[in-house]
Nanobody, 127 residues
Framework: QVQLVESGGGLVQAGDSLRLSCSAS????????MGWFRQAPGKEREFVAS????????YYSDFVKGRFTISRDNAKIAVVLQMNSLKPEDTAEYFC????????????????????WGQGTQVTVSS
Protein backbone atom coordinates (compact mmCIF):
# COMPACT_ATOMS: atom_id res chain seq x y z
CA GLN A 1 0.00 0.00 0.00
CA VAL A 2 0.94 3.59 -0.54
CA GLN A 3 0.00 6.49 1.70
CA LEU A 4 -0.28 10.03 0.35
CA VAL A 5 -0.18 13.00 2.70
CA GLU A 6 -1.02 16.51 1.55
CA SER A 7 -0.12 19.80 3.17
CA GLY A 8 -0.26 23.50 2.39
CA GLY A 9 -3.94 24.33 2.10
CA GLY A 10 -5.48 27.36 3.74
CA LEU A 11 -7.52 30.53 3.44
CA VAL A 12 -6.24 33.26 1.11
CA GLN A 13 -7.57 36.23 -0.81
CA ALA A 14 -8.13 36.40 -4.53
CA GLY A 15 -4.84 36.98 -6.33
CA ASP A 16 -2.75 35.32 -3.63
CA SER A 17 -0.64 32.18 -3.94
CA LEU A 18 -0.53 28.83 -2.18
CA ARG A 19 1.80 25.88 -2.41
CA LEU A 20 0.46 22.38 -1.92
CA SER A 21 2.77 19.46 -1.22
CA CYS A 22 2.17 15.74 -1.25
CA SER A 23 4.50 13.00 -0.09
CA ALA A 24 4.16 9.28 -0.71
CA SER A 25 5.21 6.60 1.76
CA UNK A 26 4.89 2.87 2.05
CA UNK A 27 5.39 1.06 -1.26
CA UNK A 28 6.06 4.39 -2.94
CA UNK A 29 8.48 2.90 -5.48
CA UNK A 30 5.55 1.57 -7.48
CA UNK A 31 4.34 5.13 -8.10
CA UNK A 32 5.05 6.28 -11.66
CA UNK A 33 2.88 9.39 -11.75
CA MET A 34 1.32 11.85 -9.33
CA GLY A 35 -1.20 14.61 -9.62
CA TRP A 36 -4.04 16.61 -8.14
CA PHE A 37 -7.80 16.59 -8.31
CA ARG A 38 -10.19 18.96 -6.60
CA GLN A 39 -13.80 18.96 -5.53
CA ALA A 40 -15.88 21.98 -4.66
CA PRO A 41 -19.09 21.71 -2.61
CA GLY A 42 -21.94 20.44 -4.74
CA LYS A 43 -19.70 19.77 -7.72
CA GLU A 44 -18.04 16.73 -9.21
CA ARG A 45 -14.41 15.96 -8.59
CA GLU A 46 -12.23 17.34 -11.40
CA PHE A 47 -8.71 16.88 -12.64
CA VAL A 48 -6.23 19.69 -11.97
CA ALA A 49 -2.74 18.61 -13.00
CA SER A 50 -0.43 15.62 -13.23
CA UNK A 51 3.18 14.64 -13.87
CA UNK A 52 4.60 11.35 -15.13
CA UNK A 53 8.00 10.39 -13.77
CA UNK A 54 9.69 8.65 -16.69
CA UNK A 55 8.90 11.13 -19.45
CA UNK A 56 8.36 14.12 -17.16
CA UNK A 57 5.12 14.70 -19.03
CA UNK A 58 2.98 17.35 -17.42
CA TYR A 59 -0.73 17.96 -17.95
CA TYR A 60 -3.00 20.75 -16.78
CA SER A 61 -6.68 21.42 -16.95
CA ASP A 62 -7.53 24.45 -19.02
CA PHE A 63 -8.80 26.35 -16.01
CA VAL A 64 -5.38 26.32 -14.28
CA LYS A 65 -3.01 26.73 -17.23
CA GLY A 66 -0.74 29.69 -16.73
CA ARG A 67 -1.58 29.95 -13.03
CA PHE A 68 -0.67 26.58 -11.49
CA THR A 69 2.61 24.70 -11.79
CA ILE A 70 3.16 21.07 -10.85
CA SER A 71 6.63 19.75 -10.16
CA ARG A 72 8.33 16.75 -8.71
CA ASP A 73 10.52 16.70 -5.64
CA ASN A 74 13.36 14.51 -6.89
CA ALA A 75 14.72 13.93 -3.40
CA LYS A 76 11.67 11.83 -2.54
CA ILE A 77 8.43 10.51 -3.98
CA ALA A 78 6.60 13.80 -3.76
CA VAL A 79 4.89 16.43 -5.83
CA VAL A 80 4.29 20.14 -5.40
CA LEU A 81 1.48 22.27 -6.82
CA GLN A 82 2.29 25.96 -6.91
CA MET A 83 -0.93 27.92 -7.26
CA ASN A 84 -0.72 31.58 -8.26
CA SER A 85 -3.36 34.20 -9.06
CA LEU A 86 -5.94 32.26 -7.11
CA LYS A 87 -9.61 32.91 -7.79
CA PRO A 88 -12.68 32.30 -5.63
CA GLU A 89 -13.69 29.53 -8.05
CA ASP A 90 -10.50 27.68 -7.08
CA THR A 91 -12.05 27.06 -3.66
CA ALA A 92 -12.20 23.30 -3.17
CA GLU A 93 -10.82 20.29 -1.39
CA TYR A 94 -7.61 19.33 -3.21
CA PHE A 95 -6.66 15.68 -3.38
CA CYS A 96 -3.25 14.28 -4.18
CA UNK A 97 -3.24 11.17 -6.36
CA UNK A 98 -0.67 8.55 -7.21
CA UNK A 99 -0.72 6.02 -10.01
CA UNK A 100 1.06 2.81 -10.92
CA UNK A 101 1.84 1.09 -14.21
CA UNK A 102 -1.31 -1.01 -13.91
CA UNK A 103 -3.43 1.97 -14.97
CA UNK A 104 -1.11 3.55 -17.49
CA UNK A 105 -3.57 3.23 -20.38
CA UNK A 106 -6.36 5.10 -18.66
CA UNK A 107 -6.60 8.86 -19.39
CA UNK A 108 -5.08 10.75 -16.47
CA UNK A 109 -7.92 13.21 -16.31
CA UNK A 110 -10.21 10.48 -15.02
CA UNK A 111 -10.38 9.19 -11.45
CA UNK A 112 -9.94 5.61 -12.65
CA UNK A 113 -6.37 6.37 -13.75
CA UNK A 114 -5.24 6.68 -10.14
CA UNK A 115 -4.58 3.96 -7.58
CA UNK A 116 -4.04 6.04 -4.48
CA TRP A 117 -5.70 9.12 -3.03
CA GLY A 118 -4.75 11.42 -0.20
CA GLN A 119 -7.16 12.66 2.46
CA GLY A 120 -7.42 16.09 0.91
CA THR A 121 -6.49 19.61 1.91
CA GLN A 122 -8.88 22.54 1.87
CA VAL A 123 -8.15 25.62 -0.21
CA THR A 124 -10.44 28.59 0.29
CA VAL A 125 -10.10 31.77 -1.77
CA SER A 126 -12.07 34.81 -0.65
CA SER A 127 -13.06 37.59 -3.02
Amino acid sequence: QVQLVESGGGLVQAGDSLRLSCSASGRAREIVKMGWFRQAPGKEREFVASIVWTRNNIYYSDFVKGRFTISRDNAKIAVVLQMNSLKPEDTAEYFCVGGTLSRRDIPMTTSDAWDYWGQGTQVTVSS
